[in-house]
């Protein structure tokens, strides 16, 4: 089956600093690459997703790119907020037809 | 607020106790979802109901046991559970279950699950 890997598990950066997140895949067929934001003490959101027939999306401080041929597909985040601290999870569909996500990590913007 | 709503917030059992979550949207979607959320863990998929229909059991042990009466609600029938199945229990839905799925997921809060 699909197997995702994101790193870090934890980031720390400075208030208006960049934040940089990364998951590999596995599957070749995957083609479809969300991230969910989970606050704590609440259940994830969507914030941003890609499709596998374009490589960058933007929406405002948030971005994303895909590299298909070497498989993974980073976060970024420029202009770092404190409300930007959360849990970010990369997750993917592909031949296994449901979301596989990745482990999480802790994104804290220190002010 | 995301239109998923899940009950109880927290739940304490014990092994042999059985006691049910529930799950109830109100977006109007047709697909309804179970994962479980463990410590430092990829939310795991257990469920997915398309439809009111089960289109996916994730090899879920028998000890938990859905029901989807319709579109609208979903409950998770628990029983005679293991200390290791204490999580955090999370309800999603989707316009449609897709296959293969790639539609956004609307999260509830999620049912924290300990058991003694």
């Known amino acids: 089956g699909e197997n995702v890997e994101q790193h870090p598990s934890t980031l720390s950066v400075q208030e208006g600093d960049s934040a940089v997140i990364k998951c590999t895949y596995s599957?070749?067929?995957?083609?479809?690459f969300p991230w969910y934001k989970q606050e704590l003490g609440k259940g994830p959101q969507l914030i941003i997703d890609i499709r596998s027939n374009v490589g960058e999306k933007k929406d405002q401080r948030i971005a994303v790119t895909l590299n298909k041929t070497a498989k993974h597909f980073s976060l970024h985040i420029t202009e770092t907020q404190p409300e930007d601290s959360a849990v970010y999870f990369c997750a993917v569909t592909g031949s296994a037809r449901q979301l596989t996500f990745g482990s999480g990590t802790q994104l804290t913007v220190l002010p | 607020e995301t239109g998923v709503t899940q009950t109880p917030r927290h739940l304490v059992m014990g092994m042999t106790n059985k006691k049910s979550l529930k799950c109830e949207q109100h977006?109007?979607?047709?697909?309804m979802y179970w994962y479980k959320q463990s410590a430092k863990k990829p939310l795991e998929l257990m469920f997915v109901y398309n439809f009111k229909e089960q289109t996916e059991n994730n090899s879920v042990p028998s000890r938990f046991s859905p029901e989807c009466p319709n579109s609208s609600h979903l409950f998770l029938h628990l029983h005679t559970l293991q200390p290791e199945d204490s999580a955090l229990y999370l309800c999603a839905s989707s316009q449609d279950g897709g296959d293969p799925n790639t539609g956004e997921l609307f999260f509830g809060e999620g049912s924290r699950l300990t058991v003694l």
């Open positions: 599957d070749s067929a995957s083609n479809y």
């Open positions: 977006l109007g979607h047709n697909a």
